[in-house]
């Protein structure tokens, strides 16, 4: 059974940075695509930021490109979102989540999902 376990989220003041973290369990996360995603009440799940299954590959949504950086460590099994310069609307809960494919853009396609972190960004 694969597990995603994100951590890292809390709240900060706009400009901070912070470094989300999702293990993965059951599986090796190399050649399986990992992305993150965030969600706020009353909008739907959106995109953030992939990493392709080899992991040569990354993809970010246009309100956090140029601002943050997915990787991952194979030797850990985990995958990072790291966030800069943070604004208000990147108040969300964030989830990790894993597909067997070449990359993973769409939340209604992921194959398994972590349990979500939330991070807080005050003014």
């Known amino acids: 059974q694969v597990q995603l376990v994100e951590s890292g989220g809390g709240l900060v003041q706009a400009g901070a940075s912070l470094t989300l973290t999702c293990t993965v369990s059951g599986r090796t996360i190399s050649w399986y695509a990992l992305s993150w995603f965030r969600q706020t009440p009353g909008k739907e799940r959106e995109f953030v930021a992939a990493?392709?299954?080899?992991?040569?590959?990354?993809y970010y949504a246009d309100s956090v490109k140029g601002r943050s950086t997915i990787s991952r460590d194979t030797t850990k099994n985990t995958v990072y979102l790291q966030l800069n310069s943070l604004k208000p609307e990147d108040t969300a809960v964030y989830y990790c989540a894993g597909k067997d494919s070449l990359v993973l853009r769409t939340p209604g396609s992921a194959d398994n999902w972590g349990q979500g972190t939330q991070v807080t960004v005050s003014s």
């Open positions: 990493v392709t299954r080899s992991g040569a590959g990354t």
